[in-house]
Every structure is written in C-alpha cells, then in structure tokens.
C-alpha cells in the first residue's frame, strides 16, 4: 500500500515562494511518475508538474512554467514543489500522485491548501 503525505502549504503574498512536499512510503518515489496536480473550486483537477521514473525528466503546465520546479530526494523518498513568483491564480488545493512503473496503480494524498493573497 502505497501512502502519500503532502505539506507545506499555507498563506502567502502574491510574489512568494513556498516549498510543498510529498512525502512518500511503501514504494520508492524512484520507481513512480510522480505528479503535483491543483485545484481550486469550480474548475477541474489540473497537472501542474511532473518528474519521471528513473532517469526524472520534468515536465510543466505552461501556466507554471519557468515559476515551479519539481524534484526528488531518492534518499528521503519525497517529491517537491519550489513554487516562486506565486500569483492569486496559483490558490488551490495542491495534491500529490504517484503512478506506479510496473502496475499503472495510481494513489492520492490528501491535498494542501495554497493560498496567494495580500
């Protein structure tokens, strides 16, 4: 069973930065397409980022490019979002998914709240 613990979200100035993470056990992060997904009310679930199995390409939405920057730590099995230059438009529920390499299982976590606001 594979669980997924996502923090680091908060209230923040337009223009800030916050570091989420994705905290992962029972699968190593290594071996899973790991994608940082938003969303906010009304609208649907969107894929802000992703980093590859193995080799870690990444991957970005055009609305956060050259902003985020996704990345792991195979040491501590976690997944990070670096969210810079944030804007009121990046509020949202930010969630945590790991695509399985060899089985195609998908699992969530629970979500973390960004808020962007002066």
């Known amino acids: 069973q594979v669980q997924l613990v996502e923090s680091g979200g908060g209230l923040v100035e337009p223009g800030g930065s916050l570091r989420l993470s994705c905290a992962a056990s029972?699968?190593?992060?290594?071996?899973?397409?790991m994608r940082w997904y938003r969303q906010s009310p009304g609208k649907e679930r969107e894929l802000v980022a992703q980093i590859t199995s193995g080799g870690g390409s990444t991957n970005y939405a055009d609305s956060v490019k050259g902003r985020f920057t996704i990345s792991r730590d195979n040491a501590k099995n976690t997944v990070y979002l670096q969210m810079n230059s944030l804007k009121p438009e990046d509020t949202a529920v930010y969630y945590c998914?790991?695509?399985?390499?060899?089985?195609?299982?998908?699992?969530w976590g629970q979500g973390t709240q960004v808020t962007v606001s002066s």
């Open positions: 029972g699968y190593a992060v290594s071996r899973c397409a």
């Open positions: 998914n790991a695509l399985l390499d060899y089985s195609g299982e998908s699992y």
